[in-house]
C-alpha cells in the first residue's frame, strides 16, 4: 500500500511542480544549474552491488556511481562534488522530471516509452550495460535449459516489466511454469533460498549481484537463455540538449578512452605526448590539447582527461566492479568494445 | 436484559439516544448549518475532480479504460477462476479479486471462532486458560501485522519440511509445499496469509467479545447459577453471551472490514490477491489512476458487502429478542 500511495503522491507532485516550473526561463539548461549549485544530484539504486552500493563507510560504489562522478568530474572539476539519491524503481522518473536530481544513473532500461514525450520523457546517454533478464538456478538442480524448468516454480519481483518478458519468453518456448510474484527483491531471494521456487528471474547482472550476497555464491548458476534485451542506460530528462549532451559525450569519451588506450595510468603521459607531437591530431582533439570540442558542449575542453582521470576508461570501470577479480563477476561479452566483438562504440570525436 | 451501553450500529438503541439529546438549534439555522456544509462538501470533491483533470490533460493521458480488454501477459501463481496470460486485464483483475474474497472469507469465518473462544476464554476461572487468552492478545495486538506474516511465512510455513506431516488423524497435512485441510490443497502462500490475518484479527475479535461479556451485568452470571446452570460454560453460552450479542456485533462488522482491508498484504508473502494484480497491472499499463479507481472500487465492493451482511445479522439478533 505504501508503494501505491507513494506513487499517487508522485503523480500529484509532477503535475504540481509542472505548474509551477511552467514560468522559469526555457533557455536555462540542467547544465547551467548544476555549475551554479557546484554539486551533482545524481538518482542511483544503491541497492545493487557492482552497480551502485552504498558501503559500509557511507560511501557509494558501483559502475552507475562511477558515471556520476566522471560527469561531476567533467562539469565541476570535482568527482566527489555527487549528491547521491537512492530511488526505488517507481520512484526514478518522478525524481527526474521533478528535477529532485539532475542525472539518474540507476540500472534503467532504455525503452521506447520512456524516451518518448508521451510516456516517461526522458533522453537516454549511451548504454552503460548491456543486460538481459536471465534465470538462476541451484547448480545442483540439474536444470541447464529453460525447458527444464517445465511444471517449476519461478520467483519474480514486481515493479518491472520482468513479469511480461517472463511469461513472453516461456510462452514462446511451449514451456508451462508457475510464477511467484513479490514485492521487494529481499523477499524473492528469500523465498528462492528457502527453496520455495527452483528458478529466480531477473536481469542477468541482478541475479549475479544479488548471488554475491548469498553464503555460497557458487551453490547457484545463471543459465546461459537471455529472456529480453536490456541496454542499460543513464537518463536524463528530455528537452535539455546542452545538458543531455555533455552527459552523452562524458560517456563516450570514457568508451573511446579504451579504444584509444588511454587509462587513468597512463592519460598524464599521453596527454604530454600529444601536446609534444603536433602528428597526433586525433589525440590532440580527443584530449583537448586543440580543437575546442570540449567548448562547444560547454565543458572545458581537456573534459576527457578529467573523466579519465577521476574513473578510468570504461574497461577500467568495469573490471574495477564486474571484473573477475571483483565482487560481482561478470563475463564481459557484450560489453567488450566493438574490436573484441562487443556492443560498446564512439562515434568519432570530431 | 441488559444496560445498552454503546451500541452505535444497532439503530433502534440510536433513535432512543436521539430522543435523550438536549434540543439543538431551530429548525431553520440547523437546515442553514446542514446547507452549507453540503455546498462546501460539493466544491471539495468538484475541486479534486477538476484537479484530477487538469493533472491528467497535462501528462498527456486523458482518463481511459481501454487497456483492461487488452492481453495482461503475466501468470498469476494460484486462480480459482481458470486464467491464462493471454486473458485481458479485467479477468485478471477478477482472478484476484476471487482471491482476495476467498481468503477474506475463509479468514472472517476462523477469526470468528478464533476471537470468540480467545474472547471468552478471558472469563475462565482456569488461571492458565485466563493468561493464555491474556497472553495471545496482548503479543499478537503489539506486532506488526506485515512482521506477522513474513513471519508465518518465512520461518513457519517455508520451513516445514517437504514430506508432509499429518495432524489430527488425516485432517491438517503441512509440507513446505502445500497444505491439506480437510481435503482441500492450499498453496503455503494462502497458508501463511490465512494463518496471519486469522490470528491477528482473531486478537481483536476477543477484546470485542470480552468488551460485550464485560457489559452484560454480573447479576445476569448470579441469575444463571441461581436457575442451576452452575457450569461457567454453559451460563456462558445460554445466558450471557446472547445478551452481549448486540454489543459485540458492531465491534465485530469493523474488525471484518479490516480483516478485508489487511488482506493486501498478501504480496509480501507471494499470494495473488487484487492489490498484487492491480500492482503489476499499473507497472504494465503506467494507467495508475484508473488502476487505483479499480481497486478503490472493488474494495468499496468487499466492505459494502461485509457490512451489509453484518447489518442483516444485526437485524436478526435484535429482532430475536
Redesign the interface.
Known sequence: MVRLLKRLAAVSLVSLLGACAGGAPESMSRLDTVKERGELQCGVSGKLPGFSFLRTDGSYDGIDVDICRAVAAVVLGDSSAVDYRQLSAPERFTALRSGEIDLLSRNTTATLSRDSEGGNGLTFAPVVFYDGQGLMVRADSGIATMEDLEGRTVCVGSGTTTERNLSDAFLAAGVNYNALKFQEKDQVASAYLQGRCESITSDRSGLASMRSGFDDPSAHRILNAVLSKEPLAPATVAGDPRWSDAVRWTIYGLIAAEEFGITSANIQAMVNAAAADPNQAAMRRFLGVDGGLGTKLGLPDDFVVRAVSAVGNYGEIYDRHLGPGSDVPIPRDLNSGYRDGGLHYAPPFN | MPVSTSNPGADHVSRRTTRNLPPGPTPWRSWLLQGLFGLLLLALIGLLLSNLQ??LL????GLGFGWLVQPA?????EHWLPYL??DSYAWALLVGFVNSLRVVGLGLVASTLVGVVAGSASFSTNLLLRQLAFGYVAMVRNVPLLLQL?FWY?VVF??LS?TPQVWLGGLLSLS?QGVEVLGQRWS??FGALLAGLTLFTGAYIAEVVRGGITSVPRGQWEAARSLGLGDNVKALRLVVLPQALPAILPGLASQYINLAKNS??A????Y?DI??VS??T???T?R??EG?LV?LLSFLLLDLLISGLMQLLNRMVLRRR
Open positions: 487538469v493533472n497535462r501528462t498527456g493521458q501477459g503475466f501468470e498469476l501463481s496470460p493471454g513474513l518465512f517455508l520451513g517437504s513446505n503455503v502462500e493486501t498484504l504480496i509480501a508473502v507471494g495473488a492489490y498484487a500492482d503489476t499499473i507497472t504494465q503506467g495508475a489512476i487505483f481497486l
